[in-house]
C-alpha cells in the first residue's frame, strides 16, 4: 500500500524546491496548486461555479484572470474559502486517480494549505518547509513580480509556522540548499525505515 506523505509550507518557503529533491531521489510528486490552476482553466464545472461566484470577469478569453481572482480572494477570507470548496474536492479526486497509478514505497503530495482545508487527516506523515518570513517575502516578491503589501497579504492568510510545525512529523528549514539536501535525504530514509518497520 503506497503511503502519502504532504509536503507544506507557507508561500516562499521553498515547497517545490524540495519536492524537487524527493522528485530526485525517485518519489513521485504531485503538486496540488498545479493541478488546481489546470483544472480552473479546463473543469466546465470548476469555470461554472467560479463564474457564479465572482462574476463574468473570472475569466478572459475563456481562460482565468489571475489578478481579477487574486484580487477577490485576498481581500475577503469568505471567498478565499468558497473558492477552495469549489476548487478542491476536483484536485482531490485528480489526486486519487494519479495515486492509483503510482509503483512506489510513497508518494509527495505538495499543498500550500494541507492544514487549512483540514485534508491532513488523509496522508501518512506531514513534512512542514520553513524559511525565514523576510527570506520568504523577497523570494515571492522577486518571483510572482508582487508588491510586499501583497505578498504579507498572502502569508496572514495562511496558517502560521508555528502552528503548522505543531502537527507535522518533520520540519525542514529551507535556507541553505545543501543543508536541505541533506534534511530531504534523512528524512527519506526515516519515512522508507518507517514503513518498514510497520
Known amino acids: 500500500m503506497t503511503k502519502i506523505v504532504g509536503l507544506t509550507g507557507g508561500i516562499?518557503?521553498?515547497?517545490?524546491?524540495?519536492a524537487h529533491m524527493f522528485k530526485a531521489l525517485?518519489?513521485?510528486?504531485?503538486?496540488s496548486d498545479d493541478e488546481a490552476k489546470v483544472l480552473m482553466n479546463s473543469s466546465v464545472?470548476?469555470?461554472?461555479?467560479?463564474?457564479?461566484?465572482?462574476g463574468e470577469n473570472s475569466y478572459k478569453d475563456d481562460t482565468l484572470n489571475k489578478p481579477y481572482i487574486a484580487s477577490?480572494?485576498?481581500?475577503?477570507?469568505?471567498?478565499?474559502?468558497?473558492?477552495?470548496?469549489i476548487v478542491h474536492p476536483k484536485v482531490a479526486a485528480a489526486f486519487d486517480t494519479w495515486v492509483s497509478k503510482q509503483n512506489a514505497p510513497y508518494v509527495i503530495k505538495e499543498v500550500a494549505i494541507l492544514f487549512e482545508t483540514r485534508t491532513d487527516s488523509l496522508v501518512d506523515f506531514i513534512i512542514t518547509v520553513i524559511a525565514p518570513l523576510e527570506t520568504r517575502?523577497?523570494?515571492?516578491?522577486?518571483?510572482?513580480q508582487k508588491s510586499r503589501e501583497a505578498v504579507e497579504l498572502i502569508i496572514d492568510n495562511q496558517l502560521s509556522d508555528s502552528e503548522k510545525i505543531k502537527k507535522s512529523h518533520y520540519v525542514i528549514e529551507n535556507?541553505?540548499?545543501?543543508?536541505?539536501?541533506?534534511?530531504?535525504l534523512e528524512i527519506h530514509t526515516k519515512i522508507?525505515?518507517?514503513m518498514h518497520k510497520s
Open 12 to 18: 516562499g518557503s521553498g515547497k517545490t524546491t524540495v
Open 26 to 31: 525517485g518519489v513521485p510528486v504531485f503538486n
Open 45 to 54: 464545472i470548476i469555470k461554472q461555479e467560479i463564474i457564479e461566484l465572482l
Open 72 to 85: 477577490q480572494i485576498f481581500n475577503t477570507k469568505a471567498v478565499l474559502k468558497q473558492i477552495n470548496a
Open 137 to 144: 517575502i523577497q523570494r515571492v516578491m522577486e518571483r510572482d
Open 175 to 184: 535556507n541553505n540548499r545543501l543543508i536541505t539536501e541533506k534534511k530531504v
Open 192 to 194: 522508507l525505515d518507517a
